[in-house]
């Protein structure tokens, strides 16, 4: 897709299948954010918009029982990684309905289902986590994936190099994608990292590091395949580094005053849902009535799910105390 | 506060961004670090520090990186070579990823040293639960610092007290971890103007009574005063005793309370189960276990983690009802 | 224990061995890992594992990197994946650097995931002074562990329940912390051969008695058996508890002999303030209030630092003597 | 002084310097190791026999000022940075002359007039201390250096990799010691690591990083003399690894089990003490009687120390409760 480089094009499956992932993250976070400055939903919310291809190439990729980490950012890993909406949404809005009965939320969504093992809030902490679903995939002799998502900050936190080099020491089939939109919280990306890009902290632990424009779907498509294939066939772990932006911030109700004006309207001006919608077009991939068709499919499913999450109950308030044991209920 | 003092409306994130520039403006070995502090990144998550570091400068009011072990570490090196460092960790869950810097670094090192390096630095944290922030991102986990030898710490329950405390804990010798319950952020109070510091290790009462002495802290303070409001209708008078400093907590003044109430009440909003309320209620039973009128009654979380659903969390939280009936149960006791 | 039932006389260490030999062999779910545990590495700095590698595969017990996240964070993956790791940190001081993964992750995944991903960990550690180990090598930390919701915590008092404690612990479906007294492992006692088993959540009555309970686990327990043996000789009758499980603790077991004896002693190691000793005096001081001739008598660790001198060390770790004179204090009280 | 590479010779002051640091270390090791078998005394002891070059070649550049950090293993770091014997054995031995009053020990030295500042017994822990030591320096304008000393299996855990990146995105006045000596306790370097060598990690914060033959004191000087004048400069910091090999094991009474006899020996034939006297006097840098007299000259003042030490009573009961916090006595 980037129109400098030449490269293959994945068939036309994957292409319609990266096309709905997209669509169902962009078309999400559009209805959250409405959702929640009409006040009809309380969430925490750490919008992913901008950030939808790199999910979406992955989800391309992975197989349902391969594993997925991701943190508090993750709705577009959510969407990609197959966690069904209405569970989701339902999670978001703390419902019992949700996959964790609403007493996860937003940070903390576990689908194990469709391979999404753990969400965490704590930066960086994911990561050390994915190596032991690889190390145990490993030892079983299966030869499923785990990836693991995290932020151009958290390259910067201790728990990221102790899992990179365990699982270079390791040969563990992980992929670890760190999501590069050059903030973490407030702080631009060259005010906290030594590194000009992440990726080049790989060689520390003697692994493949590679460097990919995060927006352009098909370039992040096959950095995704490479580093999914030789983590799936025993070359041990890579370090995938894909470069975006966050339109809308940290978190929902961000200010934004410390992204400079220009800068986040270049971003949104190169929307990458749009761009791909427009290069897919053009090149005849899929014709507009096949775009159309998923978007409209797309919007149904998202207003199905998030009519379904309203009208879910919260947890009954017996559910404070069970879950927090494999003994059914603890005493308070 | 005597008459001269000039007291101003301000809202707790106000009083502390307060306490720091008057520390910042009146002592250059004061320096403010942590995520997102400075200016260029919106002077602070909560937008405390907005202004700081245009005013003081980048080399003193510094963002960085997100590694709370650096960030710790730094502000305990820059200790030993003579600063007072502000080291920020923006909610009190992540004192999880820095705890070896805190407990077994800035709480150790005058002791293991043999009283030859101090470590004068002041931790500052968001904590508590009611935001819907989750499991991870809303802990009150006074109960780790304040098992650690050499470490102080403090709560405020109202913004005057926490630019006081805060301000006491910068110039303080001694590591002192100071709490700051997240919801206070935007309850605001009068505040007093210029230089106040409330010192470390005197607790205040709240409201003063006589049948029961309740004795909690941080954002608990406002719900004990509302509880005590709907009991005083029932007849029972509460007094109120918010502890401000939990190390070294200020013994006399719950010691001297529960003599005369000869009832006592705990509360705190962490889990019960090892919570500093068990601290309390040993300590009150050890020195006036003849006198009380009958156990002392601890009130707190229940022992779970905090959960993410608004409903679920409400009942996590400790409120005005909750302390409501600890009283009466407490007052029901008769030896 | 039955009449079939073999014992051997073992070191603790040897019966951990034994406990973990037997797990591996009985379920190759099972992992054990940490620094140094496998047999190029030399079987563990306590020589615990020596044998394990060779037997079970580098792939099951494995030697790792100076990383305790990463260890403590594979572990709970690995669980999650299916497995029922045991990870291994050295020493207590460490969880420091690993209470993230411990207490933000290992805990509470379970609850945030509404009961899909439970963690089925064990986390093996060595604790306690008297090794001349210094500040940073020496704490016993069970309450930062026992104020976590969803951890379960263990401390053995001798080599047979050393052996049945961690084996329930790596078969239970929930995270559990195994601390092991450093001290002990070089001590012996009678072990049942095979399989053996102590149920999570029993304590143990080491000593029956009536004028007093002394409630204590770990290595306390040989100190108060040897201060009840002192004290029979005054006419004395202690009754010594061994809790074995501080999480979830036997409060029946508790409650039951001090209704009994009417006075409790409660006796560890770690500093007194905020130690589980607070917890379990505010326990009985709620449930038997009216039954107590007195208040309950804590004997614990001063709220200091470890020392490293040997005649300041021993000053610090809680022994007989203190317990002796604990126990009087408790009974000269009366109502 | 390694034959095969040409390089500058310091002058003979330095190589004289250097001797005698070498030999403090040489000798004070001998001396314990016996102390402590013949039972006379009681320590732990982690032997830094084998490391003395590199912590002699940084003793001989580092001036009084200039702050050190270092950690259990430090008996080396403790000598070449001045602490004062008497003290220092002292404190080995838990007596009330000790740098710490015998309260810290071994692990635990602090002399803060020789600017020896931290002790730690944490792996990894001294770096992000030393960042806040270079900082305050750099905030008072003074040219103090800071030193840092850890170990190789310190190079995986969390603080190495938080306190290197603050301090390149700080240019903070550090330099990054790291004294490969292919251990970290039982475990042998390539177990763990997943770097071929320790300095290459030091790209991942684009930070210089040098590979030095540590047991080679004039090579380790020239490394050490570019690294210290870098920071001294405002050139910010760099990781120096110095290769090295432990004599004695992990610790003392260790049963070196794990290390293979033909590799100690090896190490031990090219005893490094004895090495740098032989190239001393073979290349006439020292006569045999000033190496003899720096040689008896050192053993009086560690003769005299050990004796001070042993005479010395241990700390009173009171020392309990002191220095708890600035209030001189915290109740018990
Ligand atoms: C250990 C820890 N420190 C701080 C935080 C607060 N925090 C939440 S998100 C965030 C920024 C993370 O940035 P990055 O890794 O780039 O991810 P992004 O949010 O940009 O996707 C911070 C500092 C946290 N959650 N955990
Ligand atoms: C955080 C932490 N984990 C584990 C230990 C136990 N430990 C003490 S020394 C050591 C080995 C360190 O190896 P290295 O960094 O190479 O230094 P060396 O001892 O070889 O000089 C270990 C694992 C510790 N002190 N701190
Ligand atoms: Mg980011
Ligand atoms: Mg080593």
């Known amino acids: ?332 | 506060m005597t008459d001269e003092v000039k007291v101003a409306k301000m809202t707790t994130a106000q009083a502390i961004h307060d306490a720091l520039d008057l520390a910042l403006a009146k002592d250059p070995k004061v320096l403010l670090f942590g995520e997102d502090v400075s200016d260029p990144s919106g002077g602070g998550v909560f937008h405390i520090s907005e202004g700081l570091s245009t005013k003081y400068g980048e080399h003193r009011v510094r963002s960085t990186p997100i590694s709370e072990q650096a960030i710790v570490g730094a502000a305990i090196g820059a200790a030993i070579g003579g600063y007072r460092p502000i080291a920020e960790i923006m909610f009190m869950d992540f004192f999880a990823v820095a705890m070896d810097q805190i407990s077994n670094h800035a709480a150790k090192l005058r002791y293991m040293s043999g009283g030859q390096t101090g470590v004068p630095i002041t931790i500052r944290t968001a904590a508590g639960a009611g935001m819907q922030f989750g499991a991870q991102h809303s802990e009150m986990l006074e109960a780790w610092v304040t098992h650690i030898p050499g470490l102080k710490v403090v709560v405020a329950s109202n913004p005057a007290d926490c630019k006081g405390l805060l301000t006491a804990a910068i110039f303080d010798d001694d590591p002192v971890v100071v709490i700051e319950p997240t919801l206070d952020y935007w309850v605001s109070g009068p505040v007093p103007e210029g230089e106040h510091v409330v010192p470390i290790g005197k607790a205040s009462t709240a409201r003063p009574g006589s049948d029961v002495t309740l004795i909690t802290y941080g954002r608990e303070v406002k719900f004990a005063l509302e509880a005590a409001e709907t009991l005083a209708g029932e007849g029972i008078s509460v007094e109120v005793l918010d502890l401000r400093t939990l190390v070294p907590m200020d013994e006399r003044a719950v010691l001297e309370s529960v003599a005369r109430t000869r009832r006592a009440v705990v509360v705190h909003q962490a889990v019960r189960r090892g919570g500093l309320g068990a601290e309390i209620s040993a300590l009150i039973h050890e020195n006036l276990f003849g006198e009380l009128e009958g156990p002392v009654v601890r009130v707190a979380g229940p022992n779970t983690p905090i959960p993410y659903a608004a409903e679920l969390e409400s009942l996590f939280v400790v409120d005005s009802a909750d302390m409501v009936k600890g009283v009466r149960k407490a007052v029901q006791q008769t030896r």
């Open chain 1, 1 to 332: 897709m980037t129109e400098t480089l030449p490269q293959r094009t994945p068939d036309k499956e994957t292409l319609a299948r990266m096309f709905e992932l997209v669509t169902a993250i962009n078309l999400t976070d559009e209805r959250f954010r409405t959702l929640l400055s009409s006040g009809r939903a309380r969430s925490t919310y750490y919008s992913p918009k901008g950030q939808e291809c790199i999910s979406a190439a992955f989800g391309a990729l992975l197989r349902p029982d391969d594993y997925c980490v991701t943190m508090y950012r993750g709705l577009h890993d959510h969407l990609a990684k197959g966690v069904p909406m209405r569970e989701l949404f339902a999670e978001f809005l703390g419902r019992v309905t949700g996959t964790c009965k609403g007493k996860g939320g937003p940070m903390h969504v576990t689908h194990p289902a469709s391979g999404l093992m753990v969400t965490t809030g704590i930066v960086g902490s994911g990561l050390p986590i994915a190596n032991g679903l690889a190390w145990a995939a490993k030892l079983s002799g299966t030869d499923q994936v785990t990836i693991v998502n995290f932020g151009d900050g958290a390259s910067n936190i201790g728990a990221f190099h102790e899992a990179l080099n365990l699982a270079s020491v390791w040969e563990l089939p992980v992929v670890f994608v760190c999501q590069n939109n050059r903030y973490g919280e407030h702080t631009r990306y060259e005010w906290a990292t030594s590194a000009s890009q992440v990726a080049q902290r790989a060689a520390a632990y003697e692994m493949p590091g590679v460097t990919v424009d995060g927006n352009d779907p098909v370039a992040t498509y096959w950095a995704a395949d490479e580093a999914i294939s030789r983590a799936r066939s025993g070359g041990g772990p890579t370090l995938v580094e894909a470069m975006t932006y966050r339109f809308w911030g940290h978190i929902f109700g961000d200010n934004m005053r410390y992204m400079p004006p220009e800068e986040r309207k270049a971003a949104m001006d190169a929307d990458p849902t749009v761009r791909y919608r427009n290069w897919l077009l053009e090149h005849g991939h899929l014709s507009e009535a096949e775009l159309a068709s998923i978007e409209n499919d797309t919007l149904a499913a998202i207003d199905d799910a998030i009519a379904f999450a309203l009208d879910s109950p919260p947890p009954g308030p017996d559910e404070l105390y069970t879950d927090v044991y494999s003994e059914t209920v603890v005493p308070a």
